[in-house]
Each structure stands twice: as structure tokens, then as C-alpha cells.
């Protein structure tokens, strides 16, 4: 099987029939790990625009909302109870990043919708407000019973099927394929991929093992651990090869390159005498690439996690706008023992983490009794202002690894120094995830997670 990791950023070579001559580099160079990404895009896009002549008597009538809806690439993401969480923001998030405008829409009654993991995303809008409108792309993501849900949806079916007939770009993951588009119609005389699982329902002559496949308009591809590359396929299609490249690159997309994928040192048993429980707290700004890919994971390992919101809102908005909605707040979360707590990055994410009181303590507490933590992308950092990595080795995202003053391993995507695991965050996280899987169950259950996710597991 192809891995993820064969592909570097730097040499994605996606098959494009609409490469656009835009402002899409300049959109994605004003980009970030923190939430005010999209509003600096705006700014960007606003910024080219209005230093173009403009011959109309009224130019103050061009607002942001118009230049949006008249420069972006328009997406549209549509979810459903069921729906694979890592997949669909995944999606979302790289999409963002490279400038599309993206709308996450559900197909339910309800905006809120639970993923197929537990995870609880809230659509910005319902798939009926969008019967009307032209896309640049659809993506479906996949899941169980997400999939079905979509298949269901009699207005998604006539926007993808209109999509389709006038040859505008499609895609699925994992099951929808041949649970969503193959019922349609959609998949006539097209080479297919989907997740393995779901492979003996796609026409034999037409399916195709492979971690990615673009047929004409239609691009399909194989589960939550092929998503990246899926993601990035699609803005190759979209944007170009260049933005693909930048944003698979900022992404720290783990390549061949003789980077490390994991390095341990001061090896220690996480042994528990019970299923682990796991809190992860959250804030507005948290990197939803992290906060999702975690708990999908150590869910899918049987896992018990808690998502706690350090706002005074359970819902917080991300760092590329993912709504998602916590578990419980981090008062009510304080009343439980966790074996450990792992803090997601985003810079501005990071920021209001640190300014939880109930937080830093549960975290002092955590070292005390000799628990486990851990950190991700920018989160480190607040380790170190809280005395918590003094003496231990540790990495972080790349733009606050100097930062660190203890001993930092650079070139690794994850670093396990005893009970403290550390990670550079975003694309690396899904291995940092397993690495957690790996020391509280043992590789054989992490290899068990990576096949489900079609994600190559390391040897070492």
C-alpha cells in the first residue's frame, strides 16, 4: 500500500485540469496556526482587490462579503450524524488554509451534528440555504453511518448530481464512494478508490487500491489516515501546484526525508490499572486538526476521553473556524483523576489555555502524582512557563521550538521523555496519537487503529 509518507509536499504532482491564475499564494501566505487566519485572509484578498482600478461610481460598495463571494473558490462540505470527524475537518482546515471559502453544511435538522467518534461539530449552515448555490468543489467525508445519512439527503443528492453533469469538481473519502455516490449514479466509468472495508461494493473493473485517485472531475480516496493527501489534491485542483506545495509543507506533513517520526528516551511503562481517561481541554484558537485526531483515535483504541472547554461557552470556535462542541467545562472535568492530559496548540489557543487557573493546577497536580501529560504545535511552551518539562527533552511546532529551553529534539514529530510526550503538532499528530495508543495498550492494538485509519504504521 502507497504510504502517506512517500509523498512529499515539495514533489505532489495531483492531476489538474483547472489551475487558475489567482491570488491564492498571497491569500495562503497570510495564513497561520491561529483563528485570526481567516480574518487575515480577508484582509489579504480585500488589499488586492482594492488596489486594482476600479471604474464602477461606487467602490465603497465593494465589502468584504462580495469580494469573498466573487474572488474565493467556493466549497461546500456537507456532514451527518456518523459523519468521520478526522476527515471532515481535515478537510475544512486545509481547504481554509489555502483560501477557499469552505461551508460546512448538515444534512440533519439540526446544525449541531455527533461525528462518527463522539466528536460534536456544528455546521455553519443547513444543506437546504445552499439547493441554490454553485460550488467550485463538494468533498464527502466519509464515516458510518455518515455516509448513509448523506446518501439519504435528497438535496445533497441533487447538488452533487448538478455538480457532476455540469463537470465541476467532486470527491469523496473512505465510504462515501460506494456508500454515497455509487447509489447516485456517480461513479459511471470512473476509476474509484474508498476505504478497504468497502472496496468489494465499488465495480471490480473500475476499482483502484491506491491512497488517492482523480478521474476527470471526480477524486476519491481511502480513509481518515489518506486525508491530507486527499485535502491537498484537492487544493492542487483548485488553487495549483504551488499552494498545494506551500500548505502541505506549513502543514508539517511528515515526509521521507530522514526526519524521525517518534524518538523516546528515559523509558517508562504507562501502565493503569483501569481504561485510561484522557482529558483534553480546549479554547477558542485550539487547533482543530489536533483536538479532533486525538480524541477520533484514542476513541477508536477504546479510550476514555473528556473534551473540556477552559471558555465560559462549551462550544468554541477553532483556529480555522471549526465549531466544536466540548464534553463538559474544565470546572466540571476538575472533579475527575485523568492518567493523562494532552493540550492541543494554536497559538491564540494556546494563550487562553495557559490563562486557566483550574488548568495550570490540574497540570501541577498531574507531575505531582507522577501522571502523564503532554503537549502539541505551540503548547509546549506553556509546559515550560509551568515548570512541568524543566530537565526532559521535548519538541514543538517550529515557530515556537526556540522557545524551549530544555533539551530540544529537533526533527522529530513526536518526543516521549518518560511520562511527558511532546509533538510539532498538525499533519504529525496523527502519530503522535498512536504513540499514545502504543504506550498505554502496546504496538499490536496501535497497528490494529492505523490499518482502520489506512494509515501506515511505523516499523519502529
Request: glycine content about 6%; some cysteine.
Given at each position: 500500500m502507497e504510504s502517506l509518507y512517500s509523498i512529499s509536499p515539495s514533489t505532489l504532482t495531483f492531476p489538474s485540469r483547472?489551475?487558475?491564475?489567482?491570488?491564492?499564494?498571497?491569500?495562503?501566505?497570510?495564513?497561520?496556526?491561529s483563528p485570526v487566519a481567516s480574518q487575515e485572509r480577508k484582509r489579504s484578498v480585500s488589499t488586492m482587490v482594492s488596489a486594482k482600478p476600479i471604474?464602477?461610481?461606487?467602490?465603497?460598495?465593494?465589502?468584504?462579503?462580495?469580494?469573498?463571494?466573487?474572488?474565493?473558490?467556493?466549497?461546500?462540505?456537507?456532514?451527518?450524524?456518523?459523519?468521520?470527524?478526522m476527515e471532515a475537518v481535515i478537510l475544512v482546515d486545509?481547504?481554509?488554509?489555502?483560501?477557499?471559502?469552505v461551508v460546512l453544511a448538515s444534512v440533519e435538522p439540526e446544525v449541531e451534528v455527533e461525528a462518527?467518534?463522539?466528536?460534536?461539530?456544528?455546521?455553519?449552515?443547513?444543506?437546504?440555504?445552499?439547493?441554490?448555490?454553485?460550488?467550485?468543489?463538494?468533498?464527502?467525508?466519509?464515516?458510518?453511518?455518515?455516509?448513509?445519512?448523506l446518501r439519504d439527503c435528497e438535496i445533497l443528492r441533487k447538488i452533487t448530481s448538478k455538480q457532476a453533469e455540469e463537470k465541476r469538481l467532486y470527491g469523496a473519502i473512505c465510504a462515501a464512494p460506494a456508500v454515497t455516490l455509487l447509489p447516485w449514479g456517480l461513479l459511471k466509468r470512473k476509476q474509484t478508490t474508498c476505504h478497504p472495508a468497502f472496496m468489494d461494493k465499488l465495480p471490480r473493473f473500475w476499482a483502484v487500491k491506491s491512497n488517492i485517485q482523480v478521474s476527470g472531475e471526480l477524486t476519491t480516496s481511502r480513509g481518515p489516515g489518506?486525508?491530507?493527501?486527499?485535502?491537498?489534491?484537492?487544493?492542487?485542483?483548485?488553487?495549483?501546484?504551488?499552494?498545494?506545495?506551500?500548505?502541505g509543507e506549513w502543514l508539517l506533513l511528515p515526509v521521507d526525508d530522514g526526519h524521525r517520526r517518534k524518538?523516546?528516551?528515559?523509558?517508562?511503562?504507562?501502565?493503569?490499572?483501569?481504561?485510561?481517561?484522557?482529558?483534553?481541554?480546549?479554547?477558542?484558537?485550539?487547533?482543530?486538526?489536533?483536538?479532533?485526531?486525538?480524541?477520533?483515535?484514542?476513541?477508536?483504541?477504546?479510550?476514555?476521553?473528556?473534551?473540556?472547554?477552559?471558555?465560559?461557552?462549551?462550544q468554541i470556535v477553532a483556529s480555522q473556524d471549526t465549531k466544536i462542541v466540548a464534553d463538559k467545562s474544565i470546572n466540571n472535568?476538575?472533579?475527575?483523576?485523568?492518567?493523562?492530559?494532552?493540550?492541543?496548540?494554536?497559538?491564540?489557543?494556546?494563550?487562553?489555555?495557559?490563562?486557566s487557573k483550574v488548568l495550570k493546577r490540574l497540570l501541577k497536580e498531574q507531575e505531582s502524582a507522577g501522571r502523564i501529560y503532554g503537549a502539541m504545535c505551540s503548547s509546549p511552551v506553556f509546559l515550560q512557563k509551568q515548570g512541568l518539562i524543566k530537565d526532559k527533552r521535548a519538541?514543538?511546532?517550529?515557530?515556537?521550538?526556540?522557545?524551549?529551553?530544555?533539551?530540544?529534539?529537533?526533527?522529530?514529530?513526536?518526543?516521549?521523555?518518560?511520562?511527558?510526550?511532546t509533538s510539532r503538532g498538525l499533519a504529525t499528530v496523527t502519530d503522535f496519537a498512536l504513540a499514545i495508543v502504543s504506550k498505554l495498550y502496546g504496538h499490536a492494538r496501535a497497528r490494529s487503529v492505523a490499518e482502520g485509519l489506512v494509515f501506515e504504521y511505523p516499523r519502529n
Amino acid at each position: 500500500m502507497e504510504s502517506l509518507y512517500s509523498i512529499s509536499p515539495s514533489t505532489l504532482t495531483f492531476p489538474s485540469r483547472r489551475r487558475c491564475p489567482n491570488d491564492a499564494v498571497a491569500v495562503l501566505r497570510s495564513s497561520s496556526c491561529s483563528p485570526v487566519a481567516s480574518q487575515e485572509r480577508k484582509r489579504s484578498v480585500s488589499t488586492m482587490v482594492s488596489a486594482k482600478p476600479i471604474t464602477k461610481p461606487k467602490p465603497t460598495t465593494i465589502t468584504t462579503e462580495t469580494i469573498e463571494t466573487t474572488t474565493k473558490k467556493k466549497v461546500l462540505v456537507p456532514i451527518g450524524h456518523g459523519t468521520e470527524e478526522m476527515e471532515a475537518v481535515i478537510l475544512v482546515d486545509v481547504l481554509r488554509r489555502a483560501g477557499a471559502h469552505v461551508v460546512l453544511a448538515s444534512v440533519e435538522p439540526e446544525v449541531e451534528v455527533e461525528a462518527s467518534s463522539g466528536t460534536r461539530l456544528v455546521a455553519d449552515a443547513s444543506i437546504s440555504t445552499c439547493l441554490d448555490q454553485d460550488f467550485d468543489l463538494i468533498a464527502l467525508p466519509g464515516g458510518m453511518p455518515g455516509s448513509a445519512r448523506l446518501r439519504d439527503c435528497e438535496i445533497l443528492r441533487k447538488i452533487t448530481s448538478k455538480q457532476a453533469e455540469e463537470k465541476r469538481l467532486y470527491g469523496a473519502i473512505c465510504a462515501a464512494p460506494a456508500v454515497t455516490l455509487l447509489p447516485w449514479g456517480l461513479l459511471k466509468r470512473k476509476q474509484t478508490t474508498c476505504h478497504p472495508a468497502f472496496m468489494d461494493k465499488l465495480p471490480r473493473f473500475w476499482a483502484v487500491k491506491s491512497n488517492i485517485q482523480v478521474s476527470g472531475e471526480l477524486t476519491t480516496s481511502r480513509g481518515p489516515g489518506t486525508a491530507f493527501v486527499f485535502a491537498l489534491s484537492l487544493v492542487e485542483q483548485l488553487f495549483g501546484e504551488t499552494v498545494a506545495k506551500e500548505v502541505g509543507e506549513w502543514l508539517l506533513l511528515p515526509v521521507d526525508d530522514g526526519h524521525r517520526r517518534k524518538e523516546e528516551f528515559n523509558t517508562v511503562e504507562w501502565s493503569v490499572d483501569r481504561n485510561p481517561q484522557v482529558l483534553i481541554p480546549v479554547a477558542n484558537g485550539s487547533e482543530e486538526i489536533e483536538v479532533v485526531t486525538v480524541v477520533d483515535i484514542l476513541r477508536r483504541a477504546k479510550v476514555d476521553v473528556i473534551v473540556a472547554s477552559v471558555e465560559k461557552s462549551l462550544q468554541i470556535v477553532a483556529s480555522q473556524d471549526t465549531k466544536i462542541v466540548a464534553d463538559k467545562s474544565i470546572n466540571n472535568a476538575a472533579e475527575s483523576i485523568y492518567d493523562l492530559i494532552i493540550l492541543p496548540g494554536g497559538a491564540v489557543g494556546a494563550e487562553r489555555l495557559h490563562k486557566s487557573k483550574v488548568l495550570k493546577r490540574l497540570l501541577k497536580e498531574q507531575e505531582s502524582a507522577g501522571r502523564i501529560y503532554g503537549a502539541m504545535c505551540s503548547s509546549p511552551v506553556f509546559l515550560q512557563k509551568q515548570g512541568l518539562i524543566k530537565d526532559k527533552r521535548a519538541t514543538a511546532h517550529p515557530s515556537v521550538i526556540s522557545k524551549l529551553t530544555n533539551q530540544i529534539v529537533d526533527g522529530a514529530g513526536v518526543v516521549i521523555d518518560g511520562k511527558l510526550i511532546t509533538s510539532r503538532g498538525l499533519a504529525t499528530v496523527t502519530d503522535f496519537a498512536l504513540a499514545i495508543v502504543s504506550k498505554l495498550y502496546g504496538h499490536a492494538r496501535a497497528r490494529s487503529v492505523a490499518e482502520g485509519l489506512v494509515f501506515e504504521y511505523p516499523r519502529n
